[in-house]
């Protein structure tokens, strides 16, 4: 058995809203139809226009094809409220998808392989 899925907090560092998301394994279709509903609750909780992401995707596989059209889909639909996301990862497909991600969001998509720097850029956005 391979584990697989997500998990999401929400946080508000001073005055800018963060939304952490840790993704495992190889993801489905059926992980999104978890994520889906709980991360656009949470969005729909958000007053500010603007989020900071940070997706830990140390643990991530991939995607099954499905999984990878909701993905796009979930992009497209709230790409436009993220003024950041920082990508930790540590698999040089995982710094191509961050360079698509700049397609799909309104601010910046960044990868990172060392935490403490994502941290800092996505906290540094608030002080600009």
């Known amino acids: 058995m391979e584990r697989h899925g997500f998990s999401m907090g929400i946080e508000r560092v001073d005055n800018v809203f963060f939304l952490s998301l840790k993704a495992i394994g190889t993801l489905t279709h059926e ?3 978890k994520i889906t509903p709980m991360l656009e609750n949470a969005l729909a ?3 500010q226009p603007k989020i900071n992401a940070f ?3 140390t643990e991530l596989k991939g995607w099954e094809l499905r999984a990878a ?3 796009f889909k979930l992009g497209l639909r709230h790409g436009r409220e993220f003024e950041r996301v920082a990508i930790l990862g540590n698999r040089h ?3 191509l998808a961050a ?3 700049n397609w799909f969001v309104a601010g910046q998509c960044e990868y990172f392989e060392d935490r403490d ?3 800092h850029w996505l ?3 608030s002080d600009e």
């Open 45 to 47: 909780e958000v007053t």
């Open 93 to 95: 497909w995982q710094q």
């Open 117 to 119: 720097e994502a941290m």
């Open 55 to 57: 997706l830990d995707a």
């Open 69 to 71: 059209w909701d993905d």
């Open 123 to 125: 906290l540094a956005s």
């Open 31 to 33: 992980d999104y139809e």
């Open 99 to 101: 360079k698509v991600g």
